[in-house]
């Protein structure tokens, strides 16, 4: 299947700092990515789903400002948690699909953010 | 509104079989996806159902009703490491996916 790539696994930052997160698909063009945040013992959130060379839309009650998408390349997506809290500290999961529309999502590996 | 519903967790003993049920509300269907999730790492796939039937896959199979806007995941055989996470997810009409809470799958020796 196709392999979608997520770096980095896991990060500690301290808070009020910046992380970035990318996620990579390597052996397909995806117009459409998903960012999910995960916290524990619960399902999958969407947050956002970025769009390559426009912006993202996001999700009621996900603040753009905080969380910024770029997708700027045909297998590029990154996701900046700005000036972090310990709030934010979560497991965040990128995922992509194969363009045509019936195809199964594949998932990044996952980035745990610890914000201490 | 768009909703999925499923069990919350369940337990199992190895070596039975276990059934996930998953009922589903979307604005249109474009298929039925379960996915299985270890504690930590992210989500994998495991089936894809768009017709109504039973699609079989070694030990796992997937069951959808379009009718009755009803799936679910039967394994068979138990192992230990089955213990995981059960997503199913329903994809809507504008090829979005609609996820579950997930159900937690305690299996005991």
């Known amino acids: 299947g196709a392999v979608v790539s997520q770096h980095p696994s896991w990060v500690i930052c301290k808070s009020g700092t910046s992380v970035k997160i990318e996620c990579r698909s390597l052996?397909?063009?995806?117009?459409?990515m998903f960012w999910y945040r995960q916290f524990p013992k619960q399902s999958l959130m969407l947050m956002a789903t970025?769009?390559?060379?426009?912006?993202?839309?996001?999700e009621q009650g996900v603040e753009k400002d905080k969380f910024l998408i770029n997708h700027a390349s045909l297998t590029l997506s990154t996701l900046t948690v700005t000036s972090a809290h310990p709030e934010d500290s979560s497991f965040y999961i990128c995922?992509?699909?194969?363009?045509?529309?019936?195809?199964?999502?594949?998932f990044g590996q996952g980035t745990r953010l610890t914000v201490v | 509104g768009q909703n999925i519903d499923q069990p919350t967790e369940m337990t199992a003993t190895e070596g039975a079989i276990v059934q996930i049920n998953c009922t589903y509300q979307?604005?249109?269907?474009?298929?039925l996806f379960w996915y299985q999730q270890h504690a930590g790492e992210a989500p994998t796939f495991l089936s894809y159902?768009?017709l109504d039937g039973l699609e079989e896959k070694g030990r796992f199979s997937s069951f959808l009703s379009r009718s009755k806007g009803y799936s679910y995941l039967l394994l068979k055989e138990l192992q230990m490491k089955d213990s995981a996470s059960y997503l199913c997810?329903?994809?809507?009409?504008?090829?979005?996916?609609?996820w579950g809470a997930g159900t937690k799958l305690i299996i005991k020796p």
């Open positions: 995922s992509a699909r194969v363009p045509g529309g019936h195809t199964e999502a594949f």
């Open positions: 997810a329903a994809m809507d009409s504008n090829y979005q996916l609609i």
């Open positions: 970025s769009n390559e060379g426009s912006k993202a839309t996001y």
């Open positions: 052996d397909f063009q995806a117009t459409t």
């Open positions: 159902n768009v």
């Open positions: 979307t604005s249109g269907f474009n298929g």
